[in-house]
């Protein structure tokens, strides 16, 4: 069962633009993971925030998470044509791991 | 380390035919899952194993669905017989720990066509 869900389903921006999507979950959760997945490929794992943390950067991913409202964001910034992928939210449920059904950016040159 | 290897990458079969696809996890990792994606259900796990031995395989949607991991290497996903309605992309994806909520390491997929 799917425990995020992404919005927008999908996002089209130009090249150096910022680009962000939003994950709203159900349960609680320790930690909560975005993953990328360019076309044809597997899943890549991005970044990992855990429940005790609000905000965590790696280069230029910025994640942030609000356990009272259930939701977290992913922000890329300065946008390349290779951040051009899907983008998925991850909860654990015990060892499982459920993913939401994803938010397709597109990034123009 | 070379990641968590599929193979095959693409198979296309005709309904009723055995389907046979293979993982091998990361070395070292004791957790090893089996995904399907599709458009309409995206990502669903099949099944979960830990230390070899299935834990949960709850996801795995009829009879015809069987996995097995004979060792910490290597792992199997058979459809007998297969229908078009299984046409989907397979990912295997491995974890290094045990009861761990971390970080998953996903293969690159076997795209499957059930004519």
């Known amino acids: 069962s799917q425990q995020g869900e992404e919005d927008p389903q999908a996002l089209s921006i130009q090249e150096g633009e910022n680009a962000t999507m939003n994950c709203s979950y159900k349960?609680?959760?320790?930690?909560l993971q975005w993953y990328r997945q360019n076309s044809g490929r597997g899943l890549v794992h991005l970044i990992l925030?855990?429940?005790?943390?609000r905000e965590k950067h790696s280069g230029r991913l910025r994640v942030t998470l609000d356990t009272s409202k259930k939701s977290s964001s992913l922000l890329i910034t300065a946008s390349r044509a290779a951040d051009t992928a899907s983008y998925f939210c991850a909860t654990p449920n015990d060892y499982k791991l459920s993913f939401g059904a994803g938010t397709t950016v597109t990034v123009r040159a | 380390d070379a990641g968590v290897i599929q193979s095959p990458r693409h198979e296309v079969t005709e309904m009723g035919q055995e389907v046979t696809l293979r993982c091998k996890p990361i070395s070292g990792h004791n957790s090893l899952f089996w995904y399907r994606q599709t458009m309409m259900r995206g990502l669903e796990l099949l099944i979960y194993f830990n230390n070899n031995v299935p834990i949960d395989d709850s996801g795995m949607p009829e009879d015809r669905f069987s996995a097995k991991m004979p060792n910490a290497s290597f792992s199997t996903l058979k459809i007998q017989p297969s229908e078009p309605r299984d046409s989907a992309v397979y990912f295997c994806?491995?974890?290094?720990?045990?009861?761990?909520?971390?970080?998953?390491?996903f293969g690159e997929g076997s795209r499957l066509t059930v004519l």
């Open positions: 925030i855990r429940s005790n943390e």
């Open positions: 994806a491995s974890r290094p720990g045990t009861g761990d909520t971390g970080e998953l390491f």
């Open positions: 349960t609680s959760i320790n930690n």
